[in-house]
């Protein structure tokens, strides 16, 4: 399902709803781990904390912005990419298919999840209406 779109006042408030879209129960701490898995997790976390206030002089680098954007793409969130396209006046991203084999895998992995979940739906629809299987008496010809 496509992103809502969204307005935010700043790269700033697109990258911290970003960053919370895909980090998880504590996203600020999880994603500054991420970013800089040789710091200490405390540090990690008031890192990216200072990195989104437009106050302070601690910026992501352009690599860090990137890698945000791209986990953001690989999980189906495309409003911070969209903020940023449209802030340098370019139309809303439309995201390529799979170019290299992670990507391509992980698509192929979530579309054979979303048919094994609709394969367990339907089962369990037959089993409601208590549809057993048939038995089929084969007869073999002598």
Same mark, same amino acid.
């Given at each position: 399902m496509p992103d809502k779109p969204r307005r935010f006042g700043s790269i700033h408030q697109a990258l911290d709803e970003l960053i919370c879209a895909i980090g /998880?129960?504590?996203?600020?701490? *999880?994603? /500054?781990?991420?970013?800089?898995? *040789?710091k200490s997790p405390d540090t990690a976390y008031s890192r990216l904390k200072a990195s989104l206030d437009p106050n302070q002089d601690q910026k992501f680098s352009p690599e860090e912005v990137m890698y945000?954007?791209?986990k953001g793409r690989l999980a189906g969130h495309h409003f911070a990419t969209a903020y940023v396209l449209n802030e340098i006046g370019y139309e809303p991203p439309i995201p390529a298919a799979p170019t290299s084999p992670r990507v391509e895998i992980m698509e192929k992995m979530k579309a054979l999840t979303d048919e094994q979940l609709q394969l367990a739906k339907?089962?369990?629809?037959l089993d409601q209406e208590d549809e057993a299987p048939g038995i089929v008496d084969i007869h073999v010809a002598s």
């Open positions: /998880g129960k504590n996203p600020h701490r *999880t994603i /500054g781990i991420e970013l800089w898995p *040789t945000l954007l791209h339907d089962l369990e629809l």
